[in-house]
């Protein structure tokens, strides 16, 4: 039995519901497997909302810093280089 699922952008270019269902559907497989889940996103405000354990943000290929999400919130780093100086979420770059 597999002990990692490595998911990478899993709900990218998905809408809103149907990406909290993709997630729903994630957590309750690791409440049913016991399986460790390790999701790469670039959508930081998301992540933040699904209920994850742990977070590792990086930037420019550097780790920026590691904690909970409420710690990964609260990190004025993170805040500048994800959310933007008022904690808004950044626009994306086209």
Do not use: C, W
């Not at 399986?35 to 550097?62: C, K, P, T, Y």
């Amino acid at each position: 039995d597999p002990k990692l699922l490595l998911l990478d952008e899993p709900v990218a270019g998905v809408a809103g519901p149907l990406a909290m269902k993709i997630f729903n559907n994630l957590r309750n497989i690791v409440d049913e497997t016991g399986i460790s889940v390790l999701i790469i996103e670039h959508n930081m405000d998301f992540i933040l909302r699904q209920g994850v354990d742990r977070i590792i943000v990086m930037n420019e290929g550097e780790i920026l810093m590691q904690g909970t999400p409420d710690e990964v919130r609260g990190n004025r780093e993170v805040i500048e280089a994800y959310l933007g100086a008022s904690g808004e979420p950044l626009e994306e770059a086209e």
